[in-house]
């Protein structure tokens, strides 16, 4: 094989493929990119069984083949190679030279054909979104995903499509965060769990262009984005999601209306408070007019006030901070609106559409 | 003891000091920040008895007094108060509240009476310097001293003043760097051995800006650095520092003529075979017209070549290539001269008018 190329697109799609080598494996070849360059393109891909990405780079093939190598050493080199052009050639025994300017690098790879393609997937069901809405919709929803093994389906999150609407969910054993989502078409009902994991990752490749779509595919087994040059396949997670409507009923005793900024803030300054073996309860106090926040721990205490509207019941609640933060960090209201119904029950923070839900379990104080 | 002081101006006070709060200490009082308000300034000190930092603050004096804070907690809690006033007050038993807007915290803290002030230090014997001078002159010779405690006199450097030079000195077992810099007038002579941690620290602190002064005051056992409204004081390391005259010969076999940047960038390609535990050297081979540098480990090799001047005999030598970069990174001139002996003798980078000589000790290859 002998393909050139430049190093600024060579670096974008080894940049794009690293994303799918694991960090730890038993099996080397995971552990590589593959060059394809079999064909009339030049593909670059890496596979580790449950997450493929596969992305095709400009350049010109001098001589066919295909060679594995190993992913990290080979961005490591292209990264530091000048900004010129890079010419990859392979020998019969798998050994590669890299050569740009003046600097040749040869080091060993391995036979093309140990690599792992990619598995095909039938194109029938599938939507289409923007980069800036899918990688909004991850972050908006990530933070609350189980990172627990144990019970695999909360370390994934729910897709639902229903006409025109795209409904994402994820929860873990405190906190549940739904986001929906209009799609520009009516499209076949879809109802599937995406490790996070992938979602993580499709998330640092896509780069959040509002103009830019992204097309997804959905097979019994596997979801299968698709943008610019670039594939993403991966596994889905079997099982049925958790039934949360239940949970979602409008009603409450309390609902107040707050700045958003000034209560991020003060939580973030409560959790000063908050060591490692020492984890103590923000309590808010809620009175008309004014919500009291304190914490109050063996290092010392907080005490803030916050003007509110407040309609209903007073309330005394308390929360573990950091599940505040996460939601309040990705609401972009200035104002938002919290409901309670007591200090057993969940906190619901939702806007009027329904484009966010974000119910917080409360703690004991 | 009641104090009101902005945000912004106790932060940049709090930030200063917490350069000399050590990290790990059995003494809990020297985990402190002494605020000081018995006389007529807000004064910030921290003291790790090796290392002694104080700084004058802008605000009121409501009621003198003095407390001693646990530093990182303290710092933690004004870097997330909003920009505003602050108010810290302390009772009789040494609680400290501090009050900005509406946020009130409160936390143990200790007497004042317990920590100890910083060592008096007569101000005889002193020189003036720039801090963009004094920061480049830490900036271009830290790196080379030596992190072995077993050697303390390695873990410093020599500043030494000749009527108006100062030369500072740092070396390791493998490599001497040196800077000369002119002062602005002509000084009584001084050799002292100041720690590295006390210049790392130094050299965070001040600016770097070329207008604003240091005053240096040299005593026995101390060095004395003051600026802006803070002053450093540091212990010297006694003892004598390492007669280096006899390496600094200007003979030479060899002398080339290179490109900065290009043998910078190649040689920092070549640290990618250099693997913990698999330290290979790179070798330059030297000729007329051209040196070709090249590393060869069990994960491949690499070959480059660059366009020279040479004067001398031809040569072949090796190095650790992370201690000719560490060099060539403080050296700004574009094109630089190395001299060469033998494969077994230093190599000396120096400039014409000596503002810098780097002595690097070749490896075997």
Do not use: W
Not at 112 to 117: A, L, N, Q, T
């Amino acid at each position: 094989m002998k393909i050139v190329c430049t190093k600024s697109e060579l670096l974008k799609g080894v940049n794009i493929t690293l994303r799918a080598v694991p960090v730890r494996t038993t099996m080397t070849i995971l552990e590589c990119i593959l060059i394809d360059a079999t064909e009339l393109d030049i593909k670059l891909t890496a596979n580790d069984m449950e997450l493929g990405i596969e992305t095709t780079i400009e350049g010109d093939i001098i001589e066919k083949g295909k060679i594995a190598i190993e992913a990290k050493f080979f961005a490591d080199i292209i990264r530091k190679l000048p900004d010129s052009e890079i010419t990859i050639e392979t020998d019969s025994n798998f050994n590669a030279s890299i050569t740009c300017e003046k600097s040749v690098f040869n080091i060993p790879a391995r036979d093309g054909e140990d690599f792992s393609y990619l598995p095909y997937i039938e194109k029938n069901n599938m939507i289409t979104i923007s980069q800036f809405d899918l990688k909004e919709l991850i972050r908006q929803t990530i933070f609350s995903i189980g990172d627990n093994e144990s019970n695999l389906i909360m370390t994934g999150e729910l897709f639902e499509v229903t006409e025109d609407n795209l409904k994402v969910v994820s929860l873990d054993r405190y906190r549940v965060s739904i986001r929906n989502v209009k799609l520009n078409n009516i499209y076949n009902d879809i109802k599937v769990i995406v490790p996070g994991k992938t979602l993580n990752e499709i998330s640092k490749i896509i780069t959040g262009d509002a103009e830019s779509m992204v097309d997804v595919y959905f097979s019994d087994n596997h979801i299968l984005f698709e943008f610019d040059k670039t594939i993403v396949i991966s596994r889905l997670i079997e099982g049925e999601f958790f039934k949360i409507n239940q949970m979602l009923s409008k009603d409450y005793e309390t609902k107040i209306t707050i700045n958003k900024r000034e209560l991020l803030d003060c939580i973030d300054r409560a959790t000063l408070f908050v060591k490692e073996g020492n984890k103590k309860p923000v309590i808010f106090d809620i009175e008309d007019g004014s919500v009291k926040i304190n914490i109050t721990s063996t290092v010392g205490k907080m005490n803030e006030e916050i003007d509110i509207e407040k309609e209903g019941s007073d309330i005394k609640i308390g929360f573990n901070p950091k599940f505040v933060i996460d939601a309040l960090r990705v609401i972009d209201d200035e104002t938002i609106s919290m409901t309670f119904m007591n200090a057993k029950s969940p906190c619901t923070i939702r806007d009027k559409d329904n484009r966010y839900i974000y119910l917080i379990l409360p703690v004991n104080y």
